[in-house]
């Protein structure tokens, strides 16, 4: 039997509610194939900031480097809570952004589906979402503003002021782009460069890098778009869209856009990759608002375990199995109250009943497959 190590990060705010449901899915997953999940489960966020004194002790390290993958929920605190907490040993500065340095995670897949069977979710008109929306956006993870060099004082003139620096090296750029090309080979063989190359000058040595490897991919339709411009395009023209690749803060902004143009962020999942290691995680925050009252949209987190199945551990066919058992509660009538918004035809179900439902469909899709 394979015997997976995964270390799991419930977190904060509706980061435990949602883990749940995805740790269903697992077990569905477990019971019926040769393989068994040890789940380690570890403290890391702000609510171990209040337990501990620190967003990830030592031990939630060793854990992680023994892991065969990380799935983590949702960290962060209210802005009022979160003042609680000095700014550097605030979980975003102190515990996520070291852990993607420290594995490296600099390829982060963020896909914005939306199949045209739930275009009611999307606040988009049928029209423009027409046969449905299917992008991939491939997010640079651990370069750029997030981790350059930062300063804050007082200058001159008396006036405070902070300075943060922008920077990529040519290496740190074509390991991201060949994976956006690789993705596209594998899908519709379109590729968008977000960039800002009116302005920035690592945005033309991003695009220049791009058309350096665009040369050993002739098959892949490259199209340049500016990242303002692209903000217009999701809204007003998404199916254009196959992958786009971008820089780390371009791709944060795009793709919580890409989750207000399907009808809710509780709809984006998502893979960070690095060279040994691999994390899943929702694209979105800990929600504070409505943690604890069993209403937050788990399929984020259970995508992003549908994720890990396919990307870390090749288990391509329980992933889709994954994604079509979310995908027939939908198509039942069911979710939670963030896609009730702009449709009054969807039954409204908590995050433990969704996850329920998810877990039964997949359960019966085996049933199909045999
Ligand atoms: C995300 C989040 C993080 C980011 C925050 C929590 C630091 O918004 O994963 O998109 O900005 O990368
Ligand atoms: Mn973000």
Redesign the pocket.
Known sequence: MKKYHLCIMPGDGIGPEIMKEGVKALKVIEDRNDVSFELMEVPFGASAWFEFGTCCPDETWDTCDRADAIVKGT??LSHEESRKIPIDEQP?RSA??PMRRRYDTFANFRPVYLPKAFHHFSPLKPAIIGEGIDIMIIRELVGGI?FGEKEVGTNEQGLRYAREVLEYDEGLIQRTVKIAFETAMKRRKKLHNIHKSNVLKSSILWTDIIMEIAEDYPEVDVQHMLVDAAATALCLNPTQFDVMVMENMFG?IL??QGGGILGSLGLMPSACLGPQKAYY?P?H?SAPDIAGKNIANPYSMIGSIAMMLDMSFGMHEEASNLWNAMSAVFANGYSTGDLSRSTDSVKIVSTSEFGDRVAEELASSFLQNT
């Open positions: 960290v962060g975003e996520l952004l997030y944060d793709s919580d995680e694209s925050g």
